[in-house]
C-alpha cells in the first residue's frame, strides 16, 4: 500500500536534526509543564488541554514554538497535574490526528490522551527500598513466561483481581482442589524469572469495554513507555495502572522472583494511524523502493531502528522501564528486524544501570527486510552481539521436529493459538 506521508527520499531522513536533550515531551512540576516535541518535518504544531482522557472539548490551544533542534516548545505555568494532552502536527497542507506523542509516559483510557501525573505519587510504599532479587549466575534462571490475564483469571483460581497486575501481589491463593495457584504457584515452581506477555499500552483491547471480554497477547504496540491499562483496576485513572505495575514488580521482588518484560518495538499495532506517523510521518518506519511500508514483522510496518531518534527511543524505553519499573530483564520479540548497533547500545545503557539485567531476543524476522542482513540482530550476529542472548530455532526444531511450512525461520503461517508459541520454541 502506497502512503503518500512515507515518499520522501530515504536520505531526507538521515538530514533531520537528532536531539540529545532528556526533556522530550513533558516536563512536570508544581510550578509549570514544559513541552518539548521532536517534529522536525511539521509545519506548525499545536498544544491542547483536556479535562479528562477522553471525550469533550480542549480546555486550551496553543501553538508550540519551533527550534533549530527541530523541536518545538509550550510552557504551562500553574500545577496541570491531573489534566490531558495531545499534540496535533501540521504537515503537508494539513492538520493530522491529535496524537499523544511518542514518548508519553502516563495516559488516559485506551491511550488516546497523554497525562500529566507526579510519578512520584505513583510508587507504592517501601518502592524506594525494591531492590532486585540475588542472582548467581544466568545459567540458574528459570524463566516462566506468564499473560496477565491467563495466569489467575480460572473462576476457582482463588484470586481477588483476576487478570489484573495485583493478582501477583495475592499471596496464599488456592484452586478449590486446594492448589496453590498464582504466585504461590510461581514460588513452588522454584521460578526465578516471569516473562510478562506485552505489557506496554498496546491498542488491541477496548479498555472502555472490558465487560465484552476481548483475549489479545498484547503484540500491538501503541503507547511504548506506560502500562497496558485493561490489567489496571481503573484504565481510566492515568496513576493506576502505573501504581498497579510497581505493586506487581515489588510482590514479585519481594518473593525472590525477577521480572522480564517482552520488548515489541518491532512494529507497531497502527501504521498511518500511529503515533509516530502523526509525529514524524514515515520516519519511524522502513520503506520499499516505491514508498510502501515494508514489512519484515508480518503486521504491516517494521521499525527503522537504525534512524537516531528511532534507536534513542528504543534505548530511552528499555531504560526507563528498568528504572522507573525497576524491571530486570527484556526479551525483543523479532529481534533480527532490529540493527545490531541498537542491540548493543541497548545492551551497554541496561549495563551502566545494573549489570545482571537480561537481554535475549528472536533472532529472526517473519518476512523479507529492506535492511541488509549484514546489519540486523539474527542468530547469526551473535558473535557481534556480546551478553545478549539469541533464541535458536534450529536447535529446537532438530529437538522437536519442525513445524508449518514457511520459508522464514522461526516464523509459522497461519492464525492458530499454537504459532505465537512456536515461534517462541515452547510448544512441544
Not at 509545519?43 to 514554538?65: F, H, I, K, N, W
Not at 488516546?112 to 510519578?119: K, T
Not at 532479587?133 to 483469571?153: A, G, K, N, Q, W
Not at 495502572?241 to 510497581?246: L, T, V
Request: hydrophobic share 35%.
Amino acid at each position: 500500500m502506497k502512503n503518500a506521508l512515507s515518499m520522501k527520499d530515504e536520505t531526507t531522513y538521515d538530514r533531520y536534526p537528532v536531539y540529545r536533550g532528556d526533556d522530550l515531551e513533558l516536563t512536570y512540576s508544581p510550578e509549570g509543564s514544559s513541552f518539548r516535541l521532536w517534529a522536525p518535518s511539521a509545519e506548525r504544531v499545536r498544544l491542547r488541554l483536556y479535562g479528562a482522557g477522553e471525550g469533550g472539548g480542549p480546555l486550551l490551544t496553543q501553538s508550540m514554538d519551533a527550534s533549530s533542534d527541530g523541536t518545538w516548545t509550550a510552557e504551562l505555568p500553574g500545577d496541570r497535574k491531573g489534566l490531558f494532552y495531545t499534540f496535533g502536527i501540521f504537515y503537508d497542507g494539513r492538520w493530522l490526528s491529535e496524537t499523544p506523542g511518542v514518548r508519553a509516559k502516563a495516559v488516559g483510557v485506551n491511550g488516546d490522551r497523554a497525562a500529566i501525573v507526579d510519578l512520584r505519587e505513583t510508587d507504592p510504599e517501601g518502592w524506594e527500598k525494591d531492590l532486585r532479587p540475588p542472582m548467581s549466575s544466568p545459567t540458574d534462571i528459570v524463566i516462566y513466561e506468564m499473560h496477565h490475564r491467563d495466569l489467575s483469571i480460572a473462576p476457582d483460581s482463588g484470586v481477588k483481581h483476576k487478570g489484573k497486575y495485583l493478582a501477583l501481589t495475592e499471596e496464599g491463593t488456592r484452586s478449590a482442589e486446594g492448589l496453590a495457584t498464582g504466585l504461590d504457584h510461581l514460588k513452588e515452581l522454584g521460578v526465578t524469572h516471569v516473562h510478562l506477555l506485552p505489557s506496554f499500552d498496546f491498542g488491541s483491547i477496548d479498555e472502555s469495554r472490558l465487560q465484552d471480554g476481548v483475549y489479545d497477547w498484547g503484540y500491538d504496540p501503541k503507547n511504548y513507555f506506560v502500562p497496558e491499562g485493561s490489567y489496571a483496576t481503573d484504565p481510566y485513572d492515568p496513576a493506576v495502572r502505573i501504581r498497579e505495575f510497581k505493586q506487581m514488580v515489588r510482590s514479585l521482588h519481594r518473593n525472590g522472583i525477577r521480572v522480564v518484560m517482552d520488548a515489541v518495538y518491532n512494529h507497531t499495532h497502527r501504521t498511518e494511524e500511529s503515533n509516530f506517523s502523526l509525529t514524524v510521518p514515515g520516519y519511524y518506519y522502513r520503506h520499499e523502493a516505491d514508498g510502501s511500508f515494508s514489512d519484515a514483522t508480518g503486521c504491516g510496518n517494521e521499525t527503522a531502528s537504525e534512524r537516531a531518534m528511532m534507536r534513542r527511543l528504543i534505548v530511552d524505553a528499555v531504560c526507563y522501564w528498568a528504572e522507573e519499573y525497576h524491571v530486570d530483564g527484556f526479551r525483543f520479540d523479532l529481534m533480527g528486524v532490529h540493527d545490531i548497533g541498537t542491540m548493543n547500545e541497548v545492551r551497554r545503557a541496561l549495563d551502566r544501570i545494573d549489570p545482571s539485567i537480561l537481554l535475549y531476543g528472536e533472532g529472526w524476522t517473519a518476512a523479507r527486510s529492506p535492511l541488509d542482513e549484514s546489519l540486523r540482530a539474527v542468530k547469526r550476529a551473535g558473535p557481534r552481539l556480546p551478553r545478549i542472548a539469541v533464541f535458536d530455532d534450529d536447535l529446537r526444531d532438530a529437538l522437536r521436529g519442525g513445524w508449518g511450512d514457511s520459508t522464514e525461520p522461526g516464523f509459522v503461517s497461519g492464525k492458530s493459538g499454537l504459532d505465537r508459541n512456536v515461534r517462541f520454541g515452547v510448544v512441544g
